[in-house]
């Protein structure tokens, strides 16, 4: 965080806390950030929309940490694919059931899968990364939770 004051800018916005660092917004969708001893970012506005496409071409994605999974629900075709612990371990549900707040079925060994999440903001303990969803993973009796992202679809 840091304590910025409006300067004076030819166009935008700027705002600067006089020890190096900056934000000067460009127009509506555009800035840039400076901070001391760094390479200047560009900020490129995105659209907020449901499902923005971070998941890419699936519907939904999800992952945790410690230990560390991945859950893909496919956008086109119904299916569910969780790999867990560091992918040593890795199910498929065919055909998932949805319902409003995630997606459950048994992959081919028989083992009870079940997706869920809340559409609230989440923050990963680890990269500081932020998703729009927290997400429950339950694969047989075993818990895990992390973060997840809408796809294109």
Same mark, same amino acid.
């Given at each position: 965080? #840091?304590?910025?004051? /409006?300067?004076?800018?030819?166009? *935008?916005?700027?705002?600067?806390?006089?020890? %190096?660092? /900056?934000?000067?917004?460009?127009?509506?969708?555009?800035?840039?950030? /400076?901070?001391?001893?760094?390479?200047?970012?560009?900020?490129?506005? &995105?659209?907020?929309?449901?499902?923005?496409?971070?998941?890419?071409?699936?519907?939904?994605?999800?992952?945790?940490?410690?230990? *560390?999974?991945?859950?893909?629900?496919?956008?086109?075709?119904?299916?569910?694919? &969780?790999?867990?612990?560091?992918?040593? $371990?890795?199910?498929?549900?065919?055909?998932?059931?949805? *319902?409003?707040?995630?997606?459950?079925?048994?992959?081919?060994?028989?083992?009870?899968?079940?997706? /869920? #999440?809340? $559409?609230?903001?989440?923050?990963?303990?680890?990269?500081?990364?932020? #998703?729009?969803?927290?997400?429950?993973?339950?694969?047989?009796? $075993?818990?895990?939770?992390?973060? %997840?992202? #809408? *796809? %294109?679809?």
């Amino acid at each position: 965080s #840091f304590a910025m004051s /409006s300067e004076r800018a030819a166009s *935008g916005a700027k705002y600067a806390d006089g020890k %190096g660092n /900056s934000f000067w917004t460009r127009g509506n969708d555009d800035a840039l950030l /400076s901070l001391k001893g760094e390479a200047d970012r560009e900020c490129n506005a &995105v659209e907020a929309t449901e499902g923005d496409g971070s998941a890419g071409n699936a519907a939904f994605r999800a992952t945790g940490n410690e230990p *560390g999974w991945l859950a893909i629900v496919d956008g086109d075709t119904p299916g569910l694919q &969780v790999d867990v612990d560091y992918g040593e $371990r890795r199910f498929t549900v065919a055909k998932p059931t949805e *319902g409003a707040d995630g997606w459950v079925g048994k992959a081919a060994d028989g083992t009870d899968i079940k997706l /869920s #999440f809340q $559409r609230t903001t989440c923050q990963d303990g680890m990269s500081g990364e932020t #998703f729009e969803a927290k997400a429950m993973l339950a694969v047989g009796t $075993r818990q895990y939770h992390g973060c %997840g992202n #809408f *796809g %294109g679809k």
